[in-house]
Every structure is written in C-alpha cells, then in structure tokens.
C-alpha cells in the first residue's frame, strides 16, 4: 500500500515538473516575441498566430492576449471592442506583485485601446492614470511605457480642453523622453504642446516650440511632412498666407511617391484655399480640379466639400459650367449619403417583412398538416417497436452463445500468453546477467591495465630511473610491450551482423564509419564509459570525448540512423 502512494506521489511530482518546465518553457518563447515589439511587431503579429493559447497556463495565456494587442495597435488596428484587453487586465490583476510591469502594461493598453475608440471620457484615463503610478515604483524604471502612458493622459485631457492639465501631462512626458534621449519621443512630446497652443491661440507659445522642434534632426518623410504641415497651419494662423502655401508645396513634393497617391486630396484643398485668401482663383481653381480628379472614395460625404470649393471659385470665375456641375455633384454626393441610410432601412424593412410571410406559411402548413403526420408517426412507432422486439431477442440468444465461446478462447490464450512470456522473462534475464558479468569482468580488466599503465609511465618518469639507462630502457621497453600487447584487435571483436543488432545501423551506413568508428560504437552498446575506452584504445578520456563528438557530427552529416538509446549516448 505504501509503495502505491509513493508511486502516486511521485508521478504527480513528476507531472507538476513537467508542467512547470512547459510553462517557463511558453514564458520564454514569449518573452523573445515581446523584446521584438519595438522594432518588428508584424514579425510578432504573424508569430503569435502560430501560438494556440487555448494550450498556455491562465498567466501565459494574459501574456499573449496583451503581445497580441500591444502588437496589433503597433500595427495601426481598428479597434472596435475592448473586450480582449478587458479580460487581459482581470487576468493580470492577479499576478499584480509578481509582475507588476505587465499588469501596468495591460492596464496602460486598455485607456490606449478605448482612446483609439474615440473613448475619452474616465473610463479610458483612469487606467493609463493607475499604470503610470505603477510605472513610477518600478526599478529598473521603464521609461518609454512611462512616456506612452503619460503622453495619452496629455492627449486626452487635450481631447476635453482641460489645457492646464494636459501641458502638465505633456511637459512631464518630454522630461521622460529627454531621460530616453529619443529624437522620435521628444518630437511627439513637442508636437503635442504645439498643437495644443495653436489650438488656444497661443501663437508666442506655439513659435516656441516650433523653433524647439526645427532643432531636431529629421531624416524620414513622415517627419518632414509632419513639420512642415505645423509650419504651415502656424502661418496661415497668423495670416502669412504666401509662406503657408509655399510649405504646402512642399509637402505635395515631398508626397509625389505612390504610397501617398490617395492621400494627397486634403493638401490639394488647403493649396486652393489659401490661392483662394491671397485672391489667386486661377491657381485656386488648379489645385480644386486636381483635389477632385483624385478622388477615390466617391461615397465619402467629406467630398461635398471639395466639389463646393470647385463650384465656388468657378462661380468667381464666371465658368458657369464648370461652377454646376460642380454643385450638382456635391448635391449628389449628399443625396447618395442619405439614400445609401434609406435604402439599409428600406432593406431592413424587406427584409422583415418577407420573414414574417415565411412563418405565417410556414405555420399554415404545420396546422395543415399535424394531426396526419402524428398518426403516421404512432403506427410507425409500434411497428418498429415490434421489429426491434424480434431482433433483440435473436441478438440476445445469439450473444449467450458467441460469449461462451470466447471465454473458453480468451482462457486458451492467456494460458499461452503466460507461458511465452515466463519462457521471454528468463530468456531476457538470462541475458542482461551474462551482459552485466561480462561487463564487469571487462570492466575490472580495464581498471587493472590502466592501474599497471599508469604504473610503468610513473616509473618511467621519475627522474631517478631516468638517470639510469638500464632499467629506464627495460622499463621503455616494458611500456611498448604493454602498449602493443594491450592494443585492440578491431577485427577480433566486431562483424558487421553484431553492430547492426546492437545499434540497428544499416549495412550501407556501416562502410561510411572506419574500424575505430564502429568500435566506439560497439562500446557505447555495451555501455562502456569513457575511462574503460580510454584504456582500450591506449588513450585520455579527453581523447575519447573528442572522438565521440567526431563520431556525432559524422552520423549527422551522413544522416545515419542508430537506436534511440545509442544516439542519446554518443
């Protein structure tokens, strides 16, 4: 009873072991997917689709669900639900104290996801207001989730005009970018303060950080576009309508590339609005045109308004023509907008209606038809019931006779069985006493010709022996006698019919390996270790190990097949 307990307790010991190395084993995996997040996220986003998380423990499980998300906002996602991020944060919430940075990642990402919603309200601020708490106590201190969390909190305090908290929040997250020493964090942090003034009318202000940001080293497109465009809100603001539109040259230059081919409409309208201020209505009427002709989404109702800039300079112009078709396509635009609402109402409605005349038929028919079908289905029953009555009887009588039958079988086989498995027992045991005595034997053999070996090379090398020439030359030659007579007989030990019994090598793989090879191989069969394959070949154990370890890279290299148990011990 005991012995049942222990064995019980071992293997729940066993499995938990297990169970604990797979979990630290998915902990690491995603550990590596998280370090990449910064710089590869699509890499992450295709890697963790060939995670199951269904297969992870309830933390590793938060883990992927928070990469996931972290990775797909990385990614530009649409977010339409908070529903993921939500479970991720109750999951974390109870490993807070073990791993704290996580837990303030996924409360940090649930306000980012709901912000990305257009949610702005406390439901988004409050948990990037806890996560950025969290981020403060934690040594080593994660400065960039620090900035993310506190740049959103500026942000959306912006969204809500609450300015004096969000100049607080942004001054705060440009102090943690200067800690980073990032160009791409400070120039975010300075954007979000430049916008935030021009948005109040604080032109002075918004110079200032204007000619901060003109410092900056800024080598991709993005950024010289997104500079640019704040240079040129900043002068149309204060009425410099030429150097305004001098910039928004430059901005359509910089996005003469075919990744910005259908984002150019809003820089053709500004460039025509401000032709239009400074009372150009030719070039004004340029820039309408083309803002038009690149028009993709005909459906957007935004485009009412680049027709109407078009039908009024044209009006201006007295191009009458131009000025109506212009207008008419605003209309339309307008109009398809509102039949687009009326035609999914009017198709909701149909589609109403034709489910509500499928059921009235479909229940006309039943009231039709039920009490016949509930006949047919009662004689129906009664006959198979007395079909099923018949045959169960036959099975009944038919299965007494066939178990008979095999009972008297299976007491035949067993008897037999028992008998071949004593007679493989012995057999078995029979062997592995005479492999275990040979081994021992041989293993004693070993020990004494090293023991005498190391004798006649200590006896050699003292230096007393040594001055003497007659017994340092008998004992010289007293080594090599030893040495020759103790030096295997490859030829004599092994065939090729033995090895492939031993290792189950192939006959066509047996010529790849030389005689040495082979022998090796037969030891390691017969589980002799490195010190008695030492002695055997006349050589170090350090010796064997490297032979061992040319012996692997051989196999692999030829893709030689040996039994598992070989393979583990080379």
Partial sequence: MKQIIYLCLFVVTFISFSACRQNSADTQRLARLDSLLAIQPKLVSD??????????????????????????????????????????????????????????????????????????????????????????????????????????????HDKNRNYLFAKNYFRKSVEVAIQIQDTSYLYSGYSGM??????????????????????????????????????????????????????????????????????????YYNISKSYSKINQPDSALKYAISCIQSICDTSNLVNQYYYLNTAEIAEQLKMWERSSTSYKKAYETVAKNNSKDLDTKILELDKKYDLTEAENKVLRLRSNTILLIGLLLVLLLVLFALVLYQIKQRQIKYLIEERAKLLETEKRLLKDKHEVLM???????????????????????????????????????????????????????????YNQKTKINNSNLLSDDKLMKLTGISNEDIKKLNKSE??????????????????????????IRNRKSQLKKKLEQNKILLNEQIRNFI
């Fill in 47 to 156: 890697s963790l689709k060939l995670i199951n998380p269904d297969n992870l423990n309830n933390y590793n499980r938060a883990y992927y669900n928070l990469l996931d998300v972290v990775a797909k906002d990385k990614t530009y996602f649409n977010f339409s639900s908070d529903s993921l991020i939500n479970s991720t944060v109750d999951a974390f919430s109870t490993y807070r104290s073990r791993t704290p940075r996580n837990y303030a990642r996924s409360l940090m990402y649930q306000g980012i996801v709901r912000y990305r919603m257009n949610i702005t309200d406390s439901t988004a601020y409050l948990p990037l207001k806890e996560a950025a708490d969290i981020f403060i106590t934690i040594t080593p201190p994660d400065l960039r989730n620090q900035y993310l969390c506190l740049y959103c909190l500026a942000e959306i």
């Fill in 194 to 267: 430049f916008w935030m003034n021009i948005n109040q009318s604080n032109f002075e202000e918004a110079k200032k950080y204007l000619d901060t940001i003109s410092k900056f080293v800024l080598p991709s497109d993005e950024y010289q576009i997104s500079f640019r465009n704040m240079q040129s809100v900043y002068f149309e603001r204060t009425g410099q309508g030429q150097q305004s539109l001098d910039l928004e040259k430059q901005i359509l230059k910089l996005k003469n590339k075919p990744e910005y081919k259908n984002n150019l409409l809003v820089n």
């Fill in 423 to 481: 007679n493989e027992n012995l057999k078995n045991e029979q062997e592995l006493l005479n492999k275990q005595l040979v081994l021992s034997f041989f293993q004693q053999v070993s020990m004494q010709n090293f023991e005498m070996k190391s004798f006649l090379y200590d006896m050699k090398a003292n230096p007393y022996i040594a001055d003497n020439k007659i017994i340092y030359s008998k004992i010289s030659k007293t080594c090599e006698n």
């Fill in 518 to 543: 082979r022998l090796i191989l037969l030891l390691i069969a017969i589980n002799v270790d490195n010190l008695g394959m030492a002695v055997l070949f006349n050589t170090t154990t350090d010796s």
